[in-house]
């Protein structure tokens, strides 16, 4: 959580004169991904066209893929659940159809 | 903070007397893509090697961009604002040093 929020959420929440006082906040201060690879600074990946994983390479843009950096569908999930439109990048080879 | 969360939290602040408050705030649903071709159900993109537009090829993956697909650097100021670690993904050409 921003500190900015974090101090927000901290005001609303310590004054005790409300009994039932509830606030969610979610969305992790607007970060895009969630999980994948939290260690490094920087998730950034090098492919060479003659190393593509498959003719029709899925990449995954919605940082939600279980085999991330490929897509896996998850977007589907998410876009379902958020409203949201994000969809992979598909880099083809000669050989793909 | 987002506009919309601010008038939030100050909407609940200003409401300390009510006993009972329920405040869930969802920072734009969770979305990833805030602005890009929003028109489109799903953003994929499509690209064949061949038409790579460069030798070393930077895709975006923060949908930020304002060259998206490619991409324009503009993760590096969405990763100083939230903590977070998205970078692009790059496809290198044969032809790329």
């Known amino acids: 959580m921003a500190a900015s929020l974090r101090s927000a959420v901290s005001a609303v929440t310590s004054r005790g004169t409300s009994r039932f006082s509830t606030v969610v906040v979610r969305a992790s201060a607007g970060q ?3 999980s994948i690879r939290k260690n490094e600074e920087k998730v950034a990946d090098f492919v060479k066209v003659e190393n593509l994983p498959t ?43």
Chains 1, 2 share one sequence.
């Open 55 to 97: 003719p029709k390479a899925v990449y995954c843009r919605c940082w939600r893929s279980g085999k991330f950096p490929m897509c896996d569908g998850a977007h589907v999930k998410h876009n379902k659940e958020t409203g949201d439109n994000v969809g992979p990048l598909v880099i083809e080879s000669p050989a793909a159809k």
């Open 32 to 34: 895009i991904n969630p």
